[in-house]
Nanobody
């Protein structure tokens, strides 16, 4: 079983919304809770870019391109982090990856495709 499992991607029209989920089934709660959780995205032919992050204190940060449209949150009881994406635009099209980091250990999910049509 993978360390991180993403879901929720799909095809949506511009202006629509999607909610991505990232579960950490193999991570015990005492490790998940303080972990820095991040969402990245990678468009074809481009580098993987940080989209949003949330730390153990629930402090959040966002890339300028998604501020006001995306919201990252976490449910520690479910060992899950979410990315609510509103007002999607074609330039948001990418594979979205979940990342967990704690004490120098870094884990990635397999990615979920988000495609936004004009």
């Amino acid at each position: 079983q993978a360390q991180l499992v993403e879901s929720g991607g799909g095809l949506v029209q511009a202006g629509g919304s999607l909610r991505l989920s990232c579960k950490a089934p193999r991570t015990i709660t005492s490790v998940f809770n303080p972990s820095l959780m991040r969402w990245y995205r990678q468009a074809p032919g481009k580098e993987r870019d940080l989209v949003a992050s949330i730390d153990g204190d629930r402090t959040t940060e966002y890339a300028d391109s998604v501020k006001g449209r995306f919201t990252i949150s976490r449910d520690n009881s479910r060992k899950t982090v979410y990315l609510q994406m509103n007002d999607l635009a074609p330039e948001d099209t990418a594979v979205y990856y979940c990342n967990r980091m704690l004490s120098g250990q870094n884990f990635w999910g397999q990615g979920t495709q988000v495609t936004v049509s004009p």
